[in-house]
């Protein structure tokens, strides 16, 4: 089984988007572990504040069939597929690392947003903060004390997922 980790993150009704999408991916992968949720402004554009969190999870899918079981959970959910990249969204999912493979296909891995966001780099160094970044080869808890945190502003808040039973 291969060991993920993803991005999700929501700014349209979020807390009841990161809901649903947490629902599905418990049905889709076996979570692990769940980072807090963080509100951020929105990167890039103007618009309502966003909820991130990094979700680890094991699957026996391959990079492909995860990528694709995450863009058919968006779709549910109201994703708009073709949208602007810098724009609201019901709920975003992204592969951010499958093991710790490097490779430029069939998608970028590991993800550049894991060092270059906070509302990726701060909830990963959560939960997983003695792991290694495959390609800087320290540990996401190093990198998250180096980031420079006026780049971007963001915060704990509370929100509590149950998983389905």
Not at 84 to 93: L, N, Y
Request: net charge negative.
């Amino acid at each position: 089984m291969a060991l993920i980790y993803i991005s999700l993150g929501s700014n349209i009704e979020p807390q009841h988007h990161l809901t649903l999408a947490l629902n599905d991916l418990s049905d889709a992968f076996e979570i692990v572990a769940l980072s807090p949720v963080y509100e951020s402004e929105s990167v890039g554009f103007a618009g309502d504040n966003f909820l991130n969190m990094v979700v680890a999870a094991k699957t026996t899918l391959t990079i492909e069939q995860t990528v694709a079981e995450f863009k058919q959970i968006e779709s549910r959910h109201g994703r708009i597929l073709g949208a602007k990249k810098f724009s609201s969204r019901t709920v975003d999912i992204d592969l951010l690392l499958y093991d710790d493979l490097v490779c430029q296909l069939p998608i970028v891995l590991p993800r550049a947003e894991v060092t270059e966001n906070a509302f990726v780099l701060w909830p990963l160094a959560d939960i997983a903060p003695q792991m290694c970044h495959p390609g800087t080869h320290q540990t996401y808890q190093e990198l998250w004390q180096a980031y420079d945190k006026n780049k971007q502003q963001l915060w704990p808040i509370e929100f509590n997922w149950v998983a389905p039973q």
